[in-house]
């Protein structure tokens, strides 16, 4: 089947040197839209018309076929000209109505007075009229409504005040779509004249150094000529780097608070779009609102997503995120400077950031929000318990010894969590309970019904139980916290849990020893099962304890220099994913080197496995009386544990005690 010529122009793909004339989004998007809004409307007129023909002339058209349709039927009910003229001559007539508007008469005859007849009369009738006035039948003319002319007035009113609607909503249309188009590269920063952030730096706690550092920049915009009086540049810009949840947002709206002066707000992400040079455009609209209002802060959050280094991605010098950044580099410090305007920005990703982004001119200082140690978890508490009922029992001392590693974000969870399993038990205040079951909630999973009576149950205790008793067993591992065959969301059928010493965390200076140890607490369970059950019934439980076991050894011989390889760096850690790395470390050795890598990690494992099962061996009494005690208790405390391991083994006193 062949298409029509009209169908094949249409259809014909444009060349590549032919001229288009499609918009763009740009000023020109308005007029062409007025310059094609009349010939539209004019086709859509023309339709309407047609339309309104087509269904007003149908009822025309179907009313005259049912005349005639019913003219048959009627026929014995009628009479025509002559037969009606010939009534009057016979006398057989009594009565006629003449409808005028119709050219139609209603003849009663003497014989029929119930019935009358129905004759279609002449346009000029005087030959009818003087038969009737000679013969003194009674005559009786009227004319019948006729709404024909209203119906059609009413229609074309409707159709015009349907047309009129039509043409103001295009109108409309398209007035929005080219101020769309204005507005499009216009920064969608939220801008509030005096920041009413109701955050101080009173309601910030665990970063002291950092708060100490950004009050300059208050002191910066609220007396600037206290500074500039004696030479000193006010810094360009502050960049907030830190692990997620530290409170790297909350110090940019305590430093808005605190100052007083206008402030912006954007996400990295909002610059960048996928048409290219939008993101450049609201960079420029930003710093120009910026100086408008100077002295003022504005804050780019994730700023990762704009700010990663130049020549890495797909897409080469036409990139739109490296054109954002091109103009950010610039704003911030290019050849006209931007006095009064401090950029705040913040990231957890300051490795990927360009180099010229860090330079001092742009951002002067680099403040560090780091994980808070006890001090800092301590202040934390106090602000997030402000608002919360808490009985005598709880001691925010002991809770912030207890969560070393925890984020701000982590903490803030943590008391609501106690808070919301408070209301769900129905109780007046937060007890010590919901505050270890929220931090086993929010650190390891939501508790689940207790298992049955099995030997599955069985098989967890003693697992657990052999990572408990080396914990207490071992010189260099931090002491047990308890030990529960309560299962876990996440597939975790029980725990053992420690209490981790503080400064090591916080520093990451571990010792050899320390980490020997904790590869034989990790290797605890699976030596329980193989001691007790047998090699055969060996289960996958321990399947990520071996995944521990396994990093942990080879850090210490590829990074740590703790083996019998020597003090050598045979791996990079290559974290950089974003710039082209992989997901695994960069390895600096041959493959003889690889081999005896490999060797001293099955060294490391095997020799912590002997050693788990050797205790667990040796104190195989003492471990089936812990796992009996397990079972009818389900969770056993670090305090009765250790008491419990010193009746059997006549620990020293000290490997009791656990500072709290």
Not at 195 to 210: I, R
Not at 347 to 373: C, E, S, W, Y
Not at 582 to 591: A, K, L
Request: hydrophobic residues 40%; charged residues 25%; glycine residues 8%.
């Amino acid at each position: 089947m062949k298409s029509s010529s009209w169908m094949r122009t249409w259809m014909k793909p444009q060349s590549a040197s032919q001229p288009t004339n499609k918009p763009v989004m740009r000023a020109g998007v308005s007029q062409s839209l007025k310059q094609r809004t009349p010939r539209k409307f004019w086709r859509l007129a023309a339709s309407l018309l047609i339309f309104q023909g087509v269904v007003f002339g149908v009822p025309a058209y179907a009313q005259q076929t049912e005349q005639s349709t019913n003219q048959e039927k009627q026929a014995e009910d009628s009479l025509n000209y002559s037969q009606l003229l010939q009534k009057i001559d016979d006398g057989t007539v009594s009565k006629v109505e003449i409808d005028e508007g119709t050219n139609a008469a209603k003849v009663t005859l003497k014989n029929q007075p119930e019935e009358p007849k129905k004759v279609l009369l002449l346009e000029q009738n005087p030959e009818l009229i003087e038969k009737l006035r000679n013969n003194n039948i009674e005559v009786d003319v009227k004319r019948s409504a006729d709404n024909s002319a209203a119906l059609g007035l009413v229609a074309n009113l409707f159709l015009l005040i349907l047309l009129l609607v039509g043409l103001m909503m295009i109108l409309r249309r398209s007035s929005s779509n080219s101020g769309q188009a204005m507005n499009f590269g216009k920064s969608r920063a939220r801008f509030q004249m005096e920041a009413k952030t109701d955050v101080l730096f009173n309601d910030v706690a665990g970063v002291e150094e950092a708060k100490e550092e950004l009050q300059e920049v208050v002191t910066f915009l609220k007396q600037p000529e206290r500074f500039t009086a004696i030479g000193a540049r006010i810094p360009r810009g502050v960049l907030l780097v830190g692990p997620p949840g530290t409170g790297k947002t909350l110090l940019a709206k305590a430093i808005a608070g605190e100052a007083g002066v206008p402030f912006f707000s954007i996400s990295g992400s909002e610059f960048v779009e996928m048409f290219v040079g939008v993101g450049a455009s609201r960079v420029r609209d930003l710093f120009k609102k910026a100086k408008e209002n100077a002295p003022c802060l504005v804050f780019i959050d994730e700023i990762d997503a704009v700010g990663r280094q130049r020549g890495t991605g797909i897409g080469g010098g036409n990139d739109e995120r490296e054109q954002t950044l091109n103009q950010l580099l610039t704003e911030m410090d290019g050849f006209e400077g931007n006095s009064g305007i401090i950029i705040i920005a913040a990231t957890n990703r300051p490795d990927v950031l360009d180099a010229a982004l860090l330079r001092p001119g742009r951002f002067d200082r680099q403040v560090t929000v780091d994980l808070p140690g006890y001090n800092g978890r301590l202040g934390i508490l106090d602000v997030h318990a402000r608002n919360k009922k808490l009985s005598p029992e709880v001691s925010l001392e002991k809770l912030a010894r207890r969560t070393p590693g925890l984020s701000g974000a982590d903490l803030a969870n943590l008391l609501n969590e106690a808070a919301i399993l408070t209301a769900r038990r129905r109780k007046e205040a937060i007890t010590p309970l919901e505050i270890d079951d929220a931090i086993d909630r929010v650190t390891i999973g939501m508790t689940l019904n207790p298992l049955l009576d099995s030997k599955k149950k069985r098989l967890i205790a003693y697992h657990e139980v052999g990572h408990a008793l080396l914990m207490t067993l071992l010189k260099n591992s931090d002491p047990l916290n308890k030990v529960t065959i309560i299962p876990r969301s996440g597939g975790i059928g029980g725990f053992a849990q420690q209490i981790f010493n503080e400064e090591m965390v916080d520093s990451g200076l571990f010792s050899r020893a320390w980490l020997l140890d904790q590869i034989t607490i990790y290797l605890g369970g699976r030596a329980a099962e193989e001691e007790i059950f047998g090699p055969d019934e060996v289960t996958v439980g321990a399947s990520n304890d071996i995944r521990a076991v396994a990093d942990n050894a080879r850090r210490m011989v590829t990074l740590y220099g703790m083996s019998d390889l020597g003090t050598m760096a045979l791996e990079t850690p290559d974290n950089e994913v974003f710039l082209g790395g992989g997901w695994t470390p960069r390895s600096d050795y041959s493959e003889e080197v690889a081999t005896k890598i490999d060797q001293q990690v099955q060294d490391i494992a095997i020799s912590c496995y002997e050693e788990a099962r050797r205790l667990i061996r040796e104190n195989r009494p003492l471990v089936d009386k812990l796992v009996d005690l397990l079972l009818s208790q389900e969770t056993i405390e670090g305090e009765q544990f250790r008491k419990i391991v010193a009746e059997y083994t006549k620990l020293p006193e000290k490997q009791l005690v656990v500072t709290s």
